[in-house]
């Protein structure tokens, strides 16, 4: 019992280091658009915050990256401006980013679980699947009702963000073409998503799409991690262009920024490759 206590411990540490890494009022908060979405799904108001890239004009349409944890005060400032500054320097072509601040994250990005210590790190937890719903259902047509967008959707985030985008892609592989996931929280319900891994991507229906994700030195994530890309060298799902680039120098409250350009770049990078491709 002592071990599944601390393994509580450390998780708890490691949201909590995730938290105030979000916080930096040190980054310049770049041009954007501010809008809500009233959600039926959730039952509240969703604020949303978009970053149009510099080409935006004309009739020209744009690939979209949607991004949890995407409030002022969260990761959108500096995302927002690593878009910008890849597709100044010609690494990427220009993109919209779509930040979704949170109101309640522990809910909003996490599965239901059958481990009591998962179930101590908020009052309520579980409910990945509304909050994906809340996105194809009413946060899709509400950007494509606004902005001039195409289906190349790709979805970006760390730690329980990184947890609900593996969970997508295993559940709901349409929703996006691009998957980037820093250090995600893959210990949550007892690794069951690396469990049910090898299932998931040998039935893999050869879906076109690109994958990056990555963890730090972290004790609690890297070793699922590592268990992730070995079930995915042998399925080899076709079609799925996949990236594991682990960064031990780092740790969970550094992995984001340190990684943020590499990951991007590879995904953005390979979508953009198949979409030429005849």
């Known amino acids: 019992m002592e071990g599944r206590n601390n393994r509580w411990w450390s998780a708890v540490a490691v949201l909590l280091l995730a938290s105030c890494a979000h916080v930096r009022p040190a980054d310049p908060v770049p041009p954007h658009d501010e809008f809500t979405v009233d959600s039926k799904v959730l039952g509240e108001q969703r604020a949303v915050n978009v970053s149009l890239p510099v080409e935006y004009d004309g009739a020209r349409a744009f690939p979209v990256v949607y991004m949890p ?31 979704i ?95 049910k891994a090898e299932a998931r991507f040998l039935s893999w229906n050869g879906r076109s799409g690109a994958l990056y994700f990555t963890a ?3 004790t609690d994530i890297r070793p699922h991690t590592d268990a992730l890309q070995f079930i995915l060298s042998k399925a080899q799902p076709g079609g799925l262009y996949t990236t594991y680039a682990p960064k031990p120098q780092e740790h969970h409250h550094t992995i984001f920024r340190a990684a943020k350009e590499e990951g991007l770049r590879t995904v953005l990078r390979a979508l953009q490759a198949s979409s030429r491709s005849p």
């Not at 409030?71 to 779509?98: M, S």
């Not at 494509?144 to 730690?159: D, L, M, P």
Request: proline residues 7%; without cysteine; hydrophobic residues 40%.
């Open 216 to 218: 730090a030195d972290e």
């Open 69 to 99: 944890d995407g409030a002022l005060d969260e990761d959108f400032p500096h995302v927002a401006n690593t878009l910008l500054e890849l597709t100044k320097r010609g690494d990427i072509e220009p993109v919209i980013l779509v930040g």
């Open 101 to 195: 601040p949170n109101t309640v994250r522990r809910r909003d990005l996490t599965p239901p679980t059958e481990v009591e210590e998962d179930k101590k790190v908020a009052p309520v937890v579980g409910g990945s699947a509304k909050f994906r719903q809340f996105i194809r259902e009413e946060l899709f047509p509400a950007i494509e009702a606004k902005y001039r967008v195409t289906q190349q959707r790709t979805i970006v985030g760390e730690s329980l963000a990184g947890l609900f985008i593996i969970e997508t892609l295993f559940l709901e592989p349409e929703l996006f073409s691009g998957y980037v996931a820093f250090s995600p929280s893959l210990w949550w319900n007892e690794h069951e998503l690396v469990r």
